[in-house]
């Protein structure tokens, strides 16, 4: 499988931004799609899923300022980034993963295809 991430960049507080994710490779199924985030000195988080049935979830961190679509006749995933604080600042990776639960709820080690990664700024 191949993930293919694009969109980060910097922009102020306030401020919105758009990634994607095109995805190509992956077996089908009950699979969960989402997006993790990565701060210099933290660990990885998952931020919003989705899964093969088209349901979501959000971290409480992003809740109300992050979307997750996803364009089917693309295979494209987007997180869509409102309302951006400096805190957001991270590495964002998207990645895809095989869990029959509540996706928010899976082990990063069920997710064996990730994406290089776009880093986002936010500054104040």
């Known amino acids: 499988a191949q993930l293919v991430e694009s969109g980060g960049g910097s922009v102020q507080a306030g401020g919105s931004l758009r990634l994607s994710c095109a995805a190509s490779?992956?077996?089908?199924?009950?699979?969960?799609m989402g997006w993790f985030r990565q701060a210099p000195g933290k660990e990885r988080e998952g931020i919003t899923f989705?899964?093969?049935?088209?349901?979501?979830s959000y971290a409480d961190s992003v809740k109300g300022r992050f979307t997750i679509p996803k364009d089917n006749a693309k295979n494209t995933l987007y997180l869509q980034m409102n309302s951006l604080k400096p805190e957001d600042t991270a590495m964002y990776y998207c990645?895809?993963?095989?869990?029959?639960?509540?996706?928010?709820?899976?082990?990063?080690?069920?997710?064996?295809?990730w994406g290089q990664g776009t880093q986002v700024t936010v500054s104040s």
């Open positions: 990645a895809v993963g095989y869990y029959s639960g509540v996706c928010s709820r899976a082990p990063v080690s069920l997710f064996p295809y």
């Open positions: 989705i899964n093969s049935v088209g349901a979501t």
């Open positions: 490779g992956y077996r089908y199924g009950t699979y969960c």
